[in-house]
């Protein structure tokens, strides 16, 4: 009888890509995907801990599978993402109805046939796709669990990574994105230390490859030489992803970022003046331990200044065996988190509404991703989400749309004849 699998996923790019390839690993076994997890003879659960909520839906969706794995005893039911560290014992005590828990990254023996393939491709992948060049971390940001859970930086080796990006073109992908918890730091464990930019040149050359970009860049290791790549290369997005967690010196170091307010501000204006035009994103914390008003202000001072096309804010919330958490008081309260994230949610609301209005009446390049409630959806390369209406088949086509609304958060338009 034909098997199927069902694969749960929360959480960053790298659980969705983890994801994705652990779904053609099973597909390349003879399963195939199951729309929910009742119908499913194997069920994985990727989840994240980034923050307590993350972890409580974790929790939630295992008791939730409890009585399927009762009435089913034959189910296989697996857990990975950064919940599982390497002492499983606890997870074991606590989810005892689980069969496996296996790291972030991992592909168990259980899981995989017997092949040579390094990674497991997607038969059919999505015009748009991931691909991590990088795995774990050696920064050991205060607040931050994933060194703990995903390890050490690992780069993929060069060759790999362009014969992967050429396999996944030539099955059809047309964008791709490098992923890296800090992609900066690519190729330094590498024999002759590759970095980004060489990666990015060498990716730039894939036939039928369209554009390409990459997530997340670390403020006190991204090079002059990177950005210029960025600015010289034709496939490359002028879009940078560059978290500044805090505008405020003081809280920068209590987070151990290794870079004050004043090198991300240089930084920020190198990139604009080599990359006029580029579109900028970021990430925010607020509230963290004994981050005063005054503190805040700075974030809000930095984010008003900059002007970023998208900000990622989120409140602070402690995570086990950080040194945050081992060693400073979360003391701002749940209500003064969440009216700092207010602010901040609505003064970029403003700014993204000002920026994406510029757009009005312009023409812009879209990769067509797929269908979203009767319309075609894509991405700009400065990473604005796009839709329109149109009768014919566009997936995975680079079309031109003018832009006829705007928000703060899509565009909408009309196709433009080719
Ligand atoms: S750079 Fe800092 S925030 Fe990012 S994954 Fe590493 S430790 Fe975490």
């Given at each position: 009888m034909q098997q199927h699998y069902h694969i749960w996923t929360i959480g960053c790019q790298m659980n969705k890509v983890e994801s994705e390839r652990l779904g053609s690993l099973l597909e390349e076994r003879g399963y195939l995907p199951a729309a929910t997890a009742e119908k499913a003879d194997i069920i994985v659960v990727n989840g994240c801990v980034v923050r307590q909520s993350a972890e409580n839906r974790i929790v939630n969706k295992l008791d939730a599978l409890k009585p399927l794995k009762k009435a089913n005893p034959g189910l296989t039911l697996a857990v990975t993402g950064?919940?599982?560290?390497?002492n499983t014992s606890q997870l074991r005590e606590q989810f005892p109805h689980v069969d496996h828990f296996f790291k972030p990254g991992e592909q168990p023996d259980w899981l995989r046939k017997a092949t040579d393939q390094p990674e497991a491709?997607?038969?059919?992948?999505?015009?748009?796709?991931?691909?991590?060049i990088i795995r774990g971390c050696d920064n050991f940001c205060s607040y931050c669990i994933v060194p703990y859970r995903r390890g050490r930086e690992k780069s993929r080796p060069m060759s790999e990574i362009v014969s992967e990006v050429r396999e996944l073109v030539r099955r059809g992908a047309r964008e791709v994105t490098l992923l890296g918890q800090n992609v900066d730091s690519y190729g330094h464990d590498l024999p002759g230390k590759p970095d980004l930019a060489d990666l990015l040149t060498e990716l730039n050359g894939s036939q039928g490859l369209a554009r390409l970009r990459f997530l997340t860049n670390h403020p006190k290791d991204m090079s002059a030489k990177l950005i210029a790549a960025i600015a010289r290369l034709d496939k490359?997005?002028?879009?940078?992803?560059?978290?500044?967690?805090?505008?405020?010196?003081?809280?920068?170091?209590s987070m151990k970022r290794g870079y004050?307010?004043?090198?991300?501000?240089?930084?920020?204006?190198?990139?604009?003046?080599?990359?006029p035009g580029v579109a900028l994103s970021t990430d925010v914390i607020v509230g963290f331990p004994a981050e005063s008003r005054e503190q805040f202000q700075d974030t809000f001072n930095l984010l008003a200044e900059v002007r970023f096309d998208t900000v990622h804010v989120a409140a602070y919330s402690p995570r086990p065996g950080t040194l945050a958490a081992r060693e400073l008081k979360?003391?701002?309260s749940a209500t003064e988190k969440k009216r700092r994230l207010h602010l901040v949610e609505q003064l970029q609301e403003g700014i993204a509404s000002e920026i994406n209005r510029r757009l009005l009446g312009e023409t812009v390049e879209v990769l067509v991703e797929g269908r979203n409630k009767g319309k075609w959806q894509g991405r700009t390369g400065s990473d604005k989400l796009v839709f329109f209406s149109d009768s014919a088949n566009h997936q995975g086509q680079l079309v031109n749309i003018r832009i006829e609304k705007t928000s703060p958060w899509s565009l909408q338009g009309k196709i433009e004849p080719a």
């Open positions: 950064c919940l599982v560290n390497s491709l997607p038969r059919h992948p999505q015009p748009a796709v991931y691909v991590t490359v997005c002028r879009q940078i992803n560059l978290p500044v967690q805090s505008g405020n010196n003081d809280i920068l170091q004050t307010s004043e090198h991300y501000r240089n930084l920020i204006a190198g990139i604009r003046n080599k990359i979360d003391d701002i």
